[in-house]
């Protein structure tokens, strides 16, 4: 008996929450928001080529795009000095370590490099540093962030599940 009322109890929630319009949107497909960076580089085997970009923002989640054989750093325009160098650096974004292909940048210079030090072909590449706005959605939400409801579904729901509780209660009284 107590499981036919949790499934009383339940429906009514599961058919609230899948029909009624929430605060999730449906996005389509990406498009540009704001392209930083897009060049194509040529690199002669064992060597690298550099060019500089500027981030006007703070920018979070920038996509980095490559080939799938190219090295790409991404470098700070203090870093890029000890790269050249060949001092110890840091980088912002390193193509070898982060197969993700995105980097968060504060406002300031940056450096993008494609590495070609270690091999024995040359690479020809078009690399891009963009901010993506997908169409109808503003900027993309977090990879780990929920669908958020709004205040009227999560009223109907609870309404709907009072309702079940108390028909619940009738039906067991009988």
Same mark, same amino acid.
């Given at each position: !008996?107590?499981?036919? !009322?949790? &499934? ?8 609230? +929450?899948v $029909?009624?319009?929430?605060?999730? %949107? ?13 060049? *194509? !580089? ?5 060597n690298?080529?550099? @060019?500089?970009f500027?981030?006007? @923002? ?5 996509? #980095?795009?490559f080939?799938?054989?190219?090295? #790409?750093?991404?470098?700070? /325009?203090?870093? !890029?000095? *000890?790269? %050249?160098?060949? @001092?110890?650096? $840091?980088?912002?974004? *390193? ?8 980097? *968060? ?8 490099? =494609? /590495?070609?030090r ?6 020809n /590449?078009? #690399?891009t #540093?963009?901010?993506?706005? +997908? ?10 962030s929920?669908?958020?409801? %709004? &205040?009227?579904?999560?009223i =109907?729901? +609870?309404?709907? =599940?009072? &309702?079940? =509780? ?9």
């Amino acid at each position: !008996m107590k499981g036919v !009322m949790w &499934g009383l109890l339940a429906i009514p929630l599961l058919i609230a +929450l899948v $029909t009624l319009p929430g605060g999730a %949107q449906a996005c389509a497909g990406g498009e540009p928001g704001h392209t930083y960076f897009e060049q *194509n !580089m040529n690199v002669t085997a064992g060597n690298y080529t550099a @060019k500089q970009f500027n981030v006007d @923002k703070n920018e979070g989640n920038l996509h #980095v795009g490559f080939g799938e054989h190219t090295k #790409v750093f991404i470098l700070s /325009d203090a870093q !890029m000095t *000890n790269f %050249q160098s060949g @001092k110890n650096f $840091t980088v912002e974004y *390193n193509s070898s370590t982060d197969p993700y292909r995105y980097v *968060n940048l504060t406002k300031g210079k940056y450096w993008t490099v =494609v /590495d070609n030090r270690a091999s024995t072909v040359p690479v020809n /590449d078009k #690399v891009t #540093v963009e901010r993506y706005a +997908l169409k109808g959605c503003g900027d993309p939400a977090p990879i780990s962030s929920l669908p958020e409801f %709004q &205040g009227t579904q999560v009223i =109907v729901a +609870l309404v709907l =599940v009072a &309702g079940a =509780v108390v028909l619940a209660r009738k039906t067991r009284t009988k």
